[in-house]
């Protein structure tokens, strides 16, 4: 163990000194991010491949708001009960955490383009297996399909966008990625509401289609050619998104120094990952997750018709007034994201949901009262909107960017599977069980999701350090004072 330790001194040491000759990695690990040289510019295909990448998080904002706007429909002509919709609501998150686990592994083995056009496959396939469902069977494997596909996308289309992208453009571009979740989750709620939930399954397998079309006119990851050392394929890649003009020769030198520093490297077995000098990191990313999802968003997302139906608000009218909302958050959160930081983001965000969860479970207590009843409406739906704010402008996608900046790079790739998985499993807990918790006590339930807002202000508040415009060596010694 000691010379181990002494190996990852040396290593931490020879970091240093790239850092002093201005070659300063912003990112590590599976993505290998690097700095791009300065001048480099946005160019036509920088922006078309960010696209069509991006097509992948729309069907997954898709994903996440179909069984929504769709409960009703599929209810009325499969005749399915609250316990078996309640399965098909959340049997995505048990795709989701399957391909979760997996995502590092294939986009490491077959490249990043190959991984999302493996993921649309799955998702196609699943979108098509809904629209075409005559039993609850073919419902919940296409919805388990789904999830699969997009557990991939969740891992893959950030780290390719972040792999492509010059330094001063990486942050707003990787915020593309929330923008067009929230895109897609917004569009199916509004247009969920007007059309059939067979018609609204199609939107989300075009959305696949698109992608998979697009794929095959956007180039591979640099980094992840310069990896395999397939020189020749990765400086045309680099010249193809920094332009014909540009001059990508210190950013190349740049990627293949920063490379064999990593294959010197030896990769870390799973069970390292718990030793005492990963606990602080591990305490961050895993904490993030969990409470991200015991908050409540993706069940109040799910099952959002129910929640105003109980709160005698027409379904239809509080799902198009809560889809009209959330794109106008989603560009105010990607605007502030490099501005502010991600804490200050975070306590907006976890206060947000603390307090509007707070005022949902309170109308459900007026409920109960005659002469409060009246409120509760307007309570609810001014509570819901609220949520989805804060929720979209912080807690949505700020712990999956703290995730990508917190591991060391030799453990980096155990530690975002075991995150991601307890990302989606506690997805699926929640989601599975809300609308028993609904049949217990509304009230009850909210307080509760307000109770864990709460929670998620003291944990970021004393424990989630600040990333904005620091680099990771800096960001990951602070967290790893063992190493």
Same mark, same amino acid.
């Given at each position: 163990?000691?010379?181990?330790?002494?190996?990852?001194?040396?290593?931490?040491?020879?970091?240093?000194?790239?850092?002093?000759?201005?070659?300063?990695?912003?990112?590590?690990?599976?993505?290998? /991010?690097?700095?791009?040289?300065?001048?480099?510019?946005?160019?036509?295909?920088?922006?078309?491949?960010?696209?069509?990448? !991006?097509?992948?998080?729309?069907?997954?904002?898709?994903?996440?708001?179909?069984?929504?706007?769709?409960?009703?429909?599929?209810?009325? /002509?499969?005749?399915?009960? $609250?316990?078996?919709?309640?399965?098909?609501?959340?049997?995505?998150?048990?795709?989701? $955490?399957?391909?979760?686990?997996?995502?590092?592994?294939?986009?490491?083995?077959?490249?990043?383009? #190959?991984?999302?056009?493996?993921?649309?496959?799955?998702?196609?396939?699943?979108?098509?297996?809904?629209?075409?469902?005559?039993?609850?069977?073919?419902?919940?494997?296409?919805?388990?399909?789904?999830?699969?596909?997009?557990?991939?996308?969740?891992? !893959? !289309? &950030?780290?390719?966008?972040?792999? @492509?992208?010059?330094?001063? #453009?990486?942050?707003?571009?990787?915020?593309?990625?929330?923008?067009?979740?929230?895109?897609?989750?917004?569009?199916?709620?509004?247009?969920?509401?007007?059309?059939?939930?067979?018609?609204?399954?199609?939107?989300?397998?075009?959305? *696949?289609?698109?992608?998979?079309?697009?794929?095959?006119?956007?180039?591979?990851?640099?980094?992840?050619?310069?990896?395999?050392?397939?020189?020749?394929?990765?400086?045309?890649?680099?010249?193809?998104?920094?332009?014909? /003009?540009?001059?990508? *020769?210190?950013?190349?030198?740049?990627?293949?120094?920063?490379?064999?520093?990593?294959?010197?490297?030896?990769?870390?077995?799973?069970?390292?990952?718990?030793?005492?000098?990963?606990?602080?990191?591990?305490?961050?990313?895993?904490?993030?997750?969990?409470?991200?999802?015991?908050?409540?968003?993706?069940?109040?997302?799910?099952?959002?018709?129910?929640?105003?139906?109980?709160?005698?608000?027409?379904?239809?009218?509080?799902?198009?007034?809560?889809?009209?909302?959330?794109?106008?958050?989603?560009?105010?959160?990607?605007?502030?994201?490099?501005? *502010?930081?991600?804490?200050?983001?975070?306590?907006?965000?976890?206060?947000?949901?603390?307090?509007?969860?707070?005022? @949902?479970?309170?109308?459900?207590?007026?409920?109960? #009262?005659? #002469?409060?009843?009246?409120?509760?409406?307007?309570?609810?739906?001014?509570?819901?909107?609220?949520?989805?704010?804060?929720?979209?402008?912080?807690?949505?996608?700020?712990?999956?960017?703290?995730?990508?900046?917190?591991? &060391?790079?030799?453990?980096?790739?155990?530690?975002?599977?075991?995150?991601?998985?307890?990302?989606?499993?506690?997805?699926?807990?929640?989601?599975?069980?809300?609308?028993? $918790?609904?049949?217990?006590?509304?009230?009850?339930?909210?307080?509760?999701?307000?109770?864990?807002?709460?929670?998620?202000?003291?944990?970021?508040?004393?424990?989630?350090?600040?990333?904005?415009?620091?680099?990771?060596?800096? @960001?990951?010694? *602070?967290?790893?004072?063992?190493?």
């Amino acid at each position: 163990m000691e010379v181990r330790e002494s190996m990852e001194e040396g290593l931490l040491e020879s970091k240093s000194n790239f850092l002093k000759n201005e070659t300063k990695p912003t990112s590590s690990g599976a993505n290998l /991010d690097l700095p791009s040289a300065t001048t480099s510019s946005l160019t036509p295909v920088l922006v078309f491949s960010t696209f069509v990448a !991006v097509c992948g998080s729309f069907c997954y904002g898709c994903s996440l708001g179909y069984s929504s706007p769709a409960e009703t429909g599929i209810r009325e /002509d499969l005749g399915l009960s $609250m316990a078996a919709y309640s399965v098909f609501g959340s049997i995505m998150t048990v795709g989701g $955490m399957v391909g979760a686990i997996l995502s590092g592994k294939i986009a490491d083995l077959i490249g990043r383009r #190959h991984t999302m056009w493996f993921a649309d496959v799955f998702s196609t396939a699943g979108w098509l297996s809904i629209a075409f469902a005559k039993s609850a069977l073919w419902l919940d494997i296409g919805r388990l399909t789904i999830g699969f596909g997009v557990g991939m996308i969740c891992y !893959v !289309v &950030p780290v390719y966008i972040a792999e @492509i992208t010059a330094k001063g #453009h990486r942050g707003s571009f990787v915020s593309a990625n929330q923008l067009m979740t929230t895109s897609g989750f917004a569009l199916t709620y509004f247009i969920g509401t007007l059309i059939s939930w067979r018609a609204l399954a199609m939107i989300g397998a075009i959305a *696949s289609v698109v992608q998979i079309i697009g794929l095959f006119f956007i180039p591979e990851s640099p980094r992840w050619l310069a990896k395999l050392g397939r020189e020749k394929e990765f400086e045309a890649a680099l010249k193809l998104l920094r332009g014909e /003009d540009a001059d990508i *020769s210190e950013e190349a030198a740049d990627i293949r120094d920063f490379i064999e520093m990593l294959e010197q490297q030896t990769e870390a077995s799973f069970l390292e990952l718990f030793q005492r000098r990963y606990a602080n990191s591990l305490i961050v990313g895993v904490g993030l997750m969990l409470l991200q999802q015991l908050g409540g968003n993706g069940p109040m997302a799910y099952y959002a018709s129910n929640i105003f139906e109980e709160a005698d608000i027409s379904g239809t009218i509080g799902l198009q007034v809560s889809a009209i909302v959330q794109i106008p958050v989603a560009i105010v959160g990607l605007l502030l994201m490099d501005r *502010s930081g991600r804490r200050p983001l975070l306590l907006v965000s976890a206060s947000g949901m603390c307090f509007s969860c707070f005022l @949902i479970g309170l109308a459900f207590c007026f409920k109960e #009262h005659p #002469h409060l009843k009246a409120l509760t409406p307007i309570l609810v739906l001014t509570g819901s909107l609220a949520s989805g704010t804060a929720y979209t402008i912080g807690l949505g996608g700020i712990p999956w960017i703290i995730m990508s900046e917190i591991f &060391p790079v030799n453990v980096k790739a155990q530690a975002g599977s075991l995150v991601t998985l307890v990302n989606w499993s506690t997805s699926w807990l929640t989601t599975y069980t809300f609308n028993f $918790m609904m049949e217990w006590s509304s009230a009850g339930t909210f307080f509760i999701f307000s109770g864990v807002g709460g929670l998620t202000v003291l944990f970021v508040a004393k424990l989630v350090p600040e990333t904005k415009g620091r680099t990771l060596e800096e @960001i990951q010694a *602070s967290l790893t004072p063992f190493l």
